[in-house]
């Protein structure tokens, strides 16, 4: 049988299983052409944002948006959008940031779990309905005689749904699972660098704050001196 002879043998239920299956392939294609950009230049721009964090702060901001179409690079951008921001501020950015990559990464993933739920049932609605269309015009003087050859044979056609729900369903769950694994993956890195990244800024800001403690002028009757505050603990 070829592919248009099984679709018309599988019955009503095979259209609507036609439509999941070319929705389903879609939209694995769009998340693996995701997915195959995030994945290889992930670990290169980490490493490029930790050096410079650790060498030059000033620009860590710079090569975050040579980068700001990747979900880490535009994740760690997002602070540097503010004016010189206070440690909170920074988190805060960071953590709106990875909000809007996370949605980001699970683009499809809706779909793909709606097709996977109804993928099995619109197979097994397609093999009840040949069921009932092949069961009803037998008659009991049938069995038994070549009359009842063809009921077999409507039988065997109506499973045709069942096994096209399954495939479409087994397809869909398989890449379904291989994203949601390189999500997780996506996410632990996210957490990690802004952690770092919020740590080195704690550190940098507290730095700054020691060195711009203002100074008082002490003076008695005899002498005047300057007198310097000790940096903040």
Known sequence: MNFLEIIDK????????????????ATI???????????????KIFNQIMEAAERNWNLVGKIAQEHINHPLGNFVYSPFRL??????????ALESAAEEQVARMRK????????????????????????????SSIKISDLGTADSSGVTLGIGESLISTAAGLLVAIVSLSFYRMFQAF????????RRTGSRLEVMYRDRWSQ??????????????????VEIKPPKQ
Not at 183 to 190: D, G, Y
Request: charged share 15%; proline share 5%.
């Open 183 to 190: 999500w997780a993956n996506q996410v632990r890195i996210l």
């Open 83 to 92: 004016s010189n921001p206070d440690p909170d501020m920074f988190h805060l």
């Open 29 to 43: 294609l769009e998340r693996l052409w995701f997915w195959s950009r995030v994945v290889f230049q992930e670990k």
């Open 208 to 225: 700054l704050e020691s060195e711009e403690e203002p100074t008082s002028i002490v003076s008695n009757d005899q002498y005047s001196f």
């Open 108 to 135: 499809g993933d809706k779909i793909l779990e709606a097709i996977i739920a109804l993928s099995p049932l619109l197979g097994l609605f397609g093999t009840v309905w040949g069921l009932i269309q092949a069961l």
């Open 10 to 25: 599988g019955g009503i239920s095979m259209y609507p299983l036609l439509l999941l299956s070319v929705l389903s392939i």
